[in-house]
């Protein structure tokens, strides 16, 4: 059984950083694709950054880039959201999820495993 736990999140003022962490269990997760997903209050749920567990590849949704970095640690089976120059509109719920091949997907319906979520309030 896959598990995915989400923490890291908490308030911040704009500008500021926070860094996420999604520690995984259950699988050997060397052929996964991470992603990290977010829902703001009254919208949908948006990818905001994706890495292939084996070639360490990333992606990332427009809005972040430059901000934003995902990364993950082998030997801890962890990924990492690294949060830089926050602004009010990331805030959100803030969810990590493992798709079981490994190629990356910014639609959350390809992903087959999802963590909790963690809420990330950025304070103008």
């Known amino acids: 059984q896959v598990q995915l736990v989400e923490s890291g999140g908490g308030l911040v003022q704009a500008g500021g950083s926070l860094r996420l962490s999604c520690a995984a269990s259950?699988?050997?997760?060397?052929?996964?694709?991470m992603g990290w997903f977010r829902q703001a209050p009254g919208k949908e749920r948006e990818f905001v950054a994706a890495?292939?567990?084996?070639?360490?590849?990333?992606y990332y949704t427009d809005s972040v880039k430059g901000r934003f970095t995902i990364s993950r640690d082998n030997a801890k089976n962890t990924v990492y959201l690294q949060m830089n120059s926050l602004k009010p509109e990331d805030t959100a719920v803030y969810y990590c999820?493992?798709?079981?091949?490994?190629?990356?997907?910014?639609?959350?319906?390809?992903?087959?495993?999802w963590g909790q979520g963690t809420q990330v309030t950025v304070s103008s």
């Open positions: 999820a493992a798709r079981t091949i490994p190629v990356v997907a910014f639609s959350e319906g390809l992903y087959n495993y």
């Open positions: 259950g699988r050997t997760f060397s052929s996964y694709a």
């Open positions: 890495i292939n567990w084996s070639s360490g590849s990333t």
